[in-house]
């Protein structure tokens, strides 16, 4: 069996995957959405799941085109959303609602928290994981939770056929500390059940071989170790950037993530700033509620191409906005009530649309002026991932309101990046 690399990203509107060769080069991927739900605070994992089988029956074929079979996949590696969570039971079925990176209003648990906490940390507040995982808990009234499972811990747990795993990258929201490799004194004062807590392992790192009745389901070699993985915005940096001195990455999809690459560990709580470990360095960085999400809501993928091509980047938009869907904002300005602000709305789509772009590219510039000044690097090399990277005009407004030159990333999806993390 050729040692093949399997990379799963399990995303926002659905699933990616890649696979690669030993040398790296990507050989096929492919694609599947999540099954539609109806209510998005109420999310079934399970559609993760199915989702998850039909994107690698889709791969399965994309193989078999280039003359490769799914069972010469020597590793699989998982990432997911950061801060995706759900609780299962020991046989792996969710025993309550999923929820989402982006989800908010826990005011009661972030209450315990601050109770229990003794200074600024990144589990504090009420749009963070522990505050998540808290409300999680209370509605699990019968107590029928062993797992909690971040999103990608839920794809990879499924594979092994056992929970309790996760990566130092996934957990880093929640509260593990990578450097000391601990969860907080402090945990049990929130109420929170410790026994719910998985297992952390470095990203990337070997965990075990699949399951073989879960090979045999889906057409795996029984021989297919799988790894721990790593959170989304991480696996695509990993696929856009090296490993180098103050190469940067912003990923422009749903949302806007900020990576840099540091020597130093560099964290602010309070900003939603926040250092993950890869490896002996440190990618330095934050998650802003804005992004291409906001511009999905508003116009259709032709309207943005039409009324981009009437843009000029050159010029600065004199409209001042905050572009979010929802009231909530977490880097760089940490606050759960921020609220939208996207008016005056022009008559002139391209007018607006040039106002949405330049005010999401000064949040970007906003960001690496946080990290600058808390430590971090300066941006030497930056990189763009996502869908974002594909708009021409964006990219120029870029690159005018952060006075770099914006890269060309190449392969740039999470599935490609989390393959090559697993390779190394």
């Known amino acids: 069996m050729s040692d093949l690399r399997l990379g799963i990203d399990i995303g926002t509107s659905g699933i990616r995957s890649a696979v690669l060769a030993p ?13 539609p739900q109806p209510d998005p605070d109420h999310i079934d994992a399970e559609a993760w799941w199915q989702a998850t089988c039909t994107c690698l029956a889709a791969q399965a074929t994309a193989l078999a085109e280039i003359g490769l079979d799914l069972r010469e996949v020597g590793r699989i590696g998982v990432d997911g959303t950061s801060g995706t969570m759900v609780l299962t039971d020991a046989a792996l079925r969710p025993v309550t609602r999923a929820l989402m990176y982006n ?21 504090k507040g009420s749009n963070s994981a522990l505050a998540r995982a808290l409300c999680l808990q209370g509605e699990d009234t019968d107590q029928r939770a062993v797992h909690l499972l971040h999103q990608a811990d839920f794809i990879a747990a499924r594979l092994l056929g056992r929970g309790g795993i996760s990566d130092e990258n996934n957990t880093l929201k929640l509260g593990f500390d990578p450097e000391t490799g601990a969860w907080p004194e402090w945990f049990a004062e929130t109420g929170l059940r410790l026994d719910l807590l998985p297992q952390v392992l470095p990203a990337g790192a070997r965990i075990d071989q699949i399951a073989p009745e879960m090979a045999a389901t889906l057409g795996l070699s029984p021989n297919t170790v799988i790894h721990a993985g790593t959170t989304d915005s991480i696996a695509a940096f990993l696929a856009a950037a090296p490993l180098a001195p103050g190469a940067a990455v912003t990923s422009l999809g749903t949302t806007l993530a900020l990576k840099i ?22 990618l330095v960085g934050g998650a802003s509620n804005t992004g291409g999400g906001v511009l999905a809501s508003l116009f259709s993928p032709e309207e943005l191409t039409a ?14 906005y905050y572009p979010l869907l929802k009231p909530g904002e977490r880097f760089p300005v940490n606050d759960p009530a921020l609220a939208p602000r996207m008016t005056p709305r022009p008559e002139d789509d391209a007018v607006f649309l040039h106002g949405l772009l330049d005010s999401i590219a000064r949040i970007e510039a906003r960001g690496y002026a946080a990290i600058a000044a808390h430590g971090g690097p300066q941006p030497t090399q930056l990189y763009t991932a996502g869908g974002g990277a594909r708009n021409p005009v964006w990219t120029q407004i870029r690159a005018r309101c952060l006075g770099l030159e914006i890269r060309d990333a190449g392969d740039c999806e999470a599935s490609v990046g989390i393959a090559r993390l697993i390779g190394t």
Request: proline residues 9%; negative net charge; aromatic residues 4%.
């Open 23 to 35: 040398d790296g080069a990507v050989l096929s991927s492919a694609r599947a959405a999540h099954l």
């Open 307 to 320: 009324l981009s091509a009437r843009i000029d980047p050159t010029r600065p938009s004199d409209l001042d």
């Open 103 to 123: 989800s908010t209003g826990f005011e009661a648990e972030a209450t315990r928290i601050a109770a229990a906490c003794p200074g600024p940390h990144i589990a």
């Open 261 to 282: 690459l540091s020597p130093a560990r560099v964290d602010a709580p309070e900003l939603g700033l926040y250092s993950h470990k890869v490896g002996d360095v440190w």
